[in-house]
C-alpha cells in the first residue's frame, strides 16, 4: 500500500496504517496537534485505519477543514450530556448535524421540557465530559444488528434512521458511556477542543414534516479558539440589535399580523418609502439593461401550471382557488406569465434577445415553523425578469446579468459570492441540455472573472443555476440574486422563433432575480446598515425641529423650501423639549434634523444635528440643499455634508 504525504513523498507500508500513526512518524509535534486527516479529498477519522493507495493530509486545529470534525463531535458531547442530566430511559435522540457557525442537536425528552434557563447546566456537564478527556472510538455493524442494538436501546429514530441506510454495514461512534449512529469523522478524543457555547432552544419537526412529532433542538458553537469564540458570541449581539424583525415595528416600516395573516407582511407609509426608492432604482437600471417592464396577472387557470410542470414538481408549495368548478392557481412564479407574452405574437431571429421584467408578487406556501420576518415570507415582491434568446447569445446575456447585479450591488456596498448549482435528481429534460445551460453559465462566470463555487445537485428542477450571496457589514451571507439556465420551459411551451433560413427553433429562457424577493432585500438592509439607511433611502430624509413655538413660522418655511425639492422631509413642532425631540428623532435614524431658533430665523439660516451626533453651525438652506441633493442623487451611502 502506497501512501503520498503530506511533503509530497511516497511510503509503502505492509498493511493497515491510521493517520495518527503516520502523523507521530512525522513529527511527535503534529501527532499532538492533530484533530484528522483528509484522504483523498475525504475526511478521515485520525485512528482510523487506511488500507489502500492514498493522498494522505493531516488536519490540525487550526485548519479550515477542521471546523466541521470538531462541531460534529462538539453535538455528540452536547447528546451524552443531556442524556447524563435527564437520564437514558428519558432521551431519545434525533439528528446532530453540523450547520454554518454550529452544531445543533434535536431530542425527545420525556416528561421534561429545556428552556434557555437550562442551558447553563448542559454546558457545565459538557465541560466535565470534555475534562474527562474521552476517547472516541469508531466501529461498525451488520444493518440488522445495528437495527436490533438501538432498538434495545429505546432509540426509535435511530431505528428509522438506520432502516433507511442502503448500505449493509453501520457506523457507529462510542465516547464513554455514550454510543451514536454516525457517519463521522470526530475527534480522536473530547478533550481536544473547549471553546463552545450554546445559543438556542427551538422546536423542530422529526424529518421536517409537521405529520411527525416535534423536538426540541439545541442550538450551539464552538470554535478552535477563544477569541474565536468571543469575536462570533460579539457578532451575534449586535445582530441582536439588528434584528429587522425588531427594527421595523419600531422604526414604523412594517408589521406582522399573524393571525389573519402569517408570513405576509404589512408596510407602513415610511416602509413603502424605502421600497419605492428600491424598485425606481430598480426600473432605473433595467432601462439601462435593455429590459422592458410587463405586468402578469395573479390568479391562473391549472392547465398552465401543468403544462409549466409546477403542478408536478411544486403543488405541495402553492394556494389554489375555484370558481364554477374550475380551479385557479395563485402564481408561485412569474416565468408562465412571461411566457405567455411571448408566445402573443410570432419572433424573429432578429427580436432575440426579448428581455421581459416584472415587479411580480408571489405566494409560495411555508410552513409555520420556517417564516422569519420579512427573510422568510409567504407573499412577496420580485423582481423577476426572462431572458429570450439564440443558444449563441446565452454566454453574452448571462454576462449582461453579472454586470447589471455588479451595479446593483455596488450602490449599497455589498460584496458577494457565486455559486454554480448543477442538476438534481427531481429534474425535468435530457441530461445534454442540462449540461449545455450548465457550461453556458460557467462560462459566462468565467468570461466575468467571478470566482464560484460548485453546488452539486442544488439546480432549479427545470436548469441548472447561478445564485449571488451578499455579505453584509457583520461578514453574514444572504442569498439573493439567482440566474437559471433553462432549456425544458420553452421546449414546454413550444416556443419558437423562425430563424434567418425560415426554419423554427426554439429559444433559450433565462430566469433571473436581483433583489431575488424586494421585501428579503429590505429586511437584509435594515440589519445591514442598522436602520440607519443611506439617506437617499430613508424615510423621512430631514426633520426641522423650532426652538421653542415662537419659531414655529419659520421652521415651516424652512421645511416648504425642502419639500419644494422633492425630499422626504417632517415638521416636528410637538410641545416637547428639543432635546427631547433630538433624542426622538436619532432613534427614529432620521440622518439631518435642521434646527431653528432666533439666531437663525435672524440670519436665514438654520442649524444641522447629524443622527450620529455632529453639530453644524450657521448654514444657509440653499447650501444645505444642494448637498443634500447631490448625497441623494448619487446614492451615497455616508453623509456628505459636514
Known amino acids: 500500500m502506497k501512501v503520498k504525504l503530506p511533503d509530497g513523498g511516497i511510503k509503502e507500508y ?115 465530559i470534555i475534562k474527562e478527556d474521552l476517547k472516541i472510538e469508531r466501529f461498525e455493524m451488520g444493518k440488522d444488528e445495528a437495527i436490533e442494538f438501538m432498538k434495545n436501546r429505546g432509540q426509535n429514530y435511530k431505528v428509522e434512521l438506520i432502516e433507511g441506510i442502503p448500505d449493509e454495514k453501520v457506523t457507529f461512534y462510542r465516547q464513554g458511556e455514550f454510543i451514536d449512529l454516525c457517519r463521522g469523522p470526530h475527534l480522536p478524543s473530547t478533550g481536544k477542543v473547549k471553546h463552545f457555547k450554546l445559543l438556542s432552544i427551538s422546536g423542530a419537526y422529526w424529518k421536517g414534516s409537521e405529520k411527525n412529532p416535534m423536538l426540541q433542538r439545541i442550538y450551539g458553537t464552538a470554535f478552535a479558539k477563544k477569541e474565536e469564540l468571543d469575536s462570533y458570541l460579539k457578532m451575534l449581539e449586535e445582530a441582536k440589535k439588528r434584528d429587522h424583525r425588531k427594527l421595523g415595528p419600531q422604526l414604523d416600516l412594517f408589521f406582522i399580523n399573524t393571525e389573519v395573516a402569517a408570513g405576509m407582511p404589512i408596510f407602513l407609509p415610511y416602509g413603502m418609502a424605502v421600497l419605492g426608492e428600491l424598485m425606481t432604482l430598480s426600473r432605473e437600471l433595467h432601462k439601462k439593461y435593455g429590459y422592458k417592464e410587463v405586468g402578469t396577472p395573479l390568479i391562473m387557470h391549472e392547465k398552465l401550471w401543468r403544462q409549466s410542470g409546477h403542478w408536478e414538481h411544486y403543488k405541495d408549495n402553492m394556494y389554489f382557488t375555484e370558481k364554477e368548478e374550475i380551479t385557479y392557481a395563485v402564481k408561485p412564479m412569474n416565468c408562465p406569465g412571461h411566457i405567455l407574452i411571448y408566445n402573443n405574437k410570432p419572433v424573429s431571429y432578429r427580436e432575440l434577445p426579448i428581455r421581459l421584467f416584472e415587479f411580480g408578487r408571489v405566494h409560495r406556501y411555508e410552513r409555520g415553523g420556517v417564516l422569519h420576518g420579512l427573510l422568510r415570507v409567504r407573499t412577496f415582491t420580485q423582481d423577476d425578469a426572462h431572458v429570450f434568446c439564440r443558444e449563441d447569445q446565452m454566454v453574452d446575456e448571462v454576462s449582461n446579468i453579472v454586470r447589471f447585479i455588479n451595479e446593483l450591488y455596488g450602490i449599497f456596498g455589498f460584496s458577494y459570492r457565486a455559486t454554480l448549482s448543477t442538476m438534481p435528481e427531481d429534474h425535468m429534460g435530457e441530461k445534454a441540455t442540462w449540461d449545455k445551460a450548465t457550461e453556458a453559465l460557467r462560462d459566462a462566470l468565467e468570461k466575468m472573472g467571478v470566482p464560484y463555487e460548485v453546488a452539486e445537485g442544488e439546480g432549479a428542477f427545470y436548469g441548472p443555476k447561478i445564485d449571488f450571496h451578499v455579505r453584509d457589514i457583520l461578514g453574514r451571507e444572504w442569498q439573493c440574486a439567482t440566474v437559471q439556465m433553462d432549456f425544458q420551459m420553452p421546449e414546454r411551451f413550444e416556443l419558437v422563433y423562425k430563424d434567418s433560413d425560415g426554419s423554427e427553433r426554439r429559444p433559450v429562457m433565462i430566469h433571473r432575480a436581483l433583489y431575488g424577493s424586494i421585501e428579503r432585500f429590505f429586511g437584509i438592509l435594515i440589519e445591514h446598515f442598522a436602520g440607519a439607511f443611506p439617506t437617499w433611502l430613508a424615510p423621512v430624509q430631514a426633520v426641522v425641529l423650532p426652538v421653542s413655538e415662537k419659531y414655529v413660522d419659520y421652521a415651516r418655511e424652512v421645511a416648504v423650501k425642502i419639500d419644494e425639492e422633492k425630499i422626504r422631509v417632517e415638521l416636528d413642532d410637538r410641545n416637547e423639549t428639543l432635546g427631547y425631540r433630538i433624542r426622538e428623532n436619532q432613534m427614529k435614524k432620521v440622518p439631518y434634523m435642521i434646527i431653528v431658533g432666533e439666531k437663525e430665523k435672524g440670519l436665514s439660516q438654520i442649524s444641522i444635528r447629524t443622527r450620529e451626533g455632529k453639530d453644524i453651525q450657521g448654514v444657509r438652506v440653499e447650501e444645505f440643499l444642494s448637498k443634500l441633493k447631490e448625497e441623494i442623487t448619487t446614492r451615497s451611502i455616508k453623509s456628505t455634508i459636514e
Open 14 to 128: 505492509s498493511g493497515a496504517v491510521t493517520p495518527g500513526q503516520i502523523a507521530k512518524e512525522i513529527s511527535e509535534s503534529l501527532y499532538r496537534n492533530a484533530v484528522g486527516a483528509v484522504v483523498n479529498d475525504q475526511l478521515w477519522d485520525f485512528e482510523r485505519p487506511i488500507d489502500f493507495d492514498c493522498e494522505l493530509r493531516i488536519i490540525k486545529l487550526s485548519d479550515p477543514e477542521a471546523v466541521e470534525i470538531y462541531r460534529h463531535t462538539m453535538s455528540h458531547i452536547m447528546a451524552q450530556a443531556v442524556i447524563r442530566i435527564y437520564g437514558t430511559d428519558k432521551v431519545k435522540l434525533g439528528i446532530g448535524p453540523t450547520i454554518e457557525n454550529g452544531f445543533y442537536y434535536d431530542f425527545d425528552i420525556e416528561g421534561a421540557k429545556i428552556t434557555e434557563e437550562d442551558l447553563p447546566k448542559i454546558e457545565e456537564e459538557m465541560k466535565n
